[in-house]
């Protein structure tokens, strides 16, 4: 987290906290959604409230919806989740948004990838509890049929019908999220609260906790806290390591 402590910024700690909030919330919920609405729908066969509707309430999507899903899930993330926080870190915190990209040494690629794998088995232990645990009244209930609408999303998308359509899928679901996390979390949020609390190991687990609810999974919530943690302390351990050989 050091590398983006962004000590150019002219904004006092707390207001850093609430503008990284705000970047983080509006282009989430209303830049992303809005965006991927609308170039949903330039890939579907339909008027634009015939659209809405069927993204809404389909429970059972057809392969009509494949692409438009596809696209709407691109431009979200792009607009949404890469390029808001990209602007914000650019001219309002004034750093270079390609300071969060450097490729780690090879000691500590090596020790986050040991890491990951240690972590696999008690990590299954946390899954298995968090996604049986039981929440008062008509909530569990609502909250299992929206992670198991989620997952059969997810199952839809990642059936590819070819080479080409698994190029667009894994650059959808894999690459431009990692991308657009790193800078919205480790970019933006982060640092500014490591700033406004002047301890990175709080930094690191407010963020992780705000990460893992800004996905809207319950059941899934500890084990994603506890592994956006651990990646960011790797990442901190990383730009020590950067540090001492600079200086």
Not at 133 to 152: F, Y
Not at 175 to 180: C, E, S
Not at 190 to 213: D, E, K, Y
Request: glycine share 8%; aromatic share 12%.
């Amino acid at each position: 987290y050091p590398m983006t402590e962004s000590p150019k910024s002219a904004l006092r700690p707390l207001l850093s906290v609430l503008f990284a909030l705000i970047t983080l919330f509006s282009g989430f919920v209303v830049i992303g959604q809005v965006t991927g609405m609308i170039g949903g729908f330039l890939f579907y066969d339909g008027t634009f409230l015939q659209w809405v509707d069927e993204f809404s309430h389909s429970l059972v999507l057809s392969e009509k919806l494949r692409l438009p899903l596809l696209i709407m899930q691109l431009c979200a993330t792009g607009f949404g989740l890469i390029l808001t926080p990209w602007l914000y870190l650019r001219f309002i915190e004034k750093q270079p948004p390609a300071e969060l990209f450097r490729i780690p040494g090879a000691v500590v690629a090596a020790v986050t990838g040991l890491a990951v794998l240690a972590f696999m088995i008690p990590d299954s232990v946390i899954i298995e509890w968090n996604s049986n645990i039981t929440l008062p009244g008509n909530l569990d209930a609502m909250v299992r049929e929206s992670e198991e609408l989620a997952a059969a999303v997810t199952k839809f998308l990642t059936r590819f019908n070819g080479f080409p359509d698994f190029l667009l899928g894994f650059l959808v679901i894999a690459i431009l999220p990692a991308v657009g996390e790193e800078l919205a979390f480790r970019g933006m949020l982060q640092p500014a609260l490591q700033r406004l609390t002047g301890n990175g190991h709080v930094a690191i687990w407010v963020t992780a906790i705000i990460f893992s609810a800004f996905h809207f999974q319950f059941l899934g919530f500890v084990p994603r806290m506890m592994l956006g943690a651990m990646f960011r302390s790797e990442e901190h351990t990383s730009e020590l390591q950067s540090r001492e050989t600079i200086s």
